[in-house]
């Protein structure tokens, strides 16, 4: 059990703007991710990451899209993050 909630964006309990910044999160990524619906518990700090997320992996790069992940995935194993 997740010791932080997982908010749904189907829950009328969850505030519209959260509800939104869920669906757009699901909408780019595929799903709503876990990590994005413990974040949406604190709007501010999920749309902060929301915004370096797109600065840094998504904006303007000189790396292709791939490569940029490759880069996030070897960084991700060389430190054990793993998720």
Known sequence: MARIPL????DPAVPADTRDWLRE????RGRALNVYRAMANRPEAAR???AMIKAVYRGDS??????????YLTATVTNDCFY
Do not use: M, Q, V, W
């Not at 908010?7 to 189907?10: E, G, I, R, S, W």
């Not at 999160?25 to 780019?28: N, Y």
């Not at 000189?62 to 880069?71: F, Q």
């Open 7 to 10: 908010l749904d964006a189907d």
């Open 25 to 28: 999160a699901a909408r780019t």
């Open 62 to 71: 000189s790396l292709e899209p791939r490569h940029g992940e490759l880069a």
């Open 48 to 50: 902060a990451f929301s």
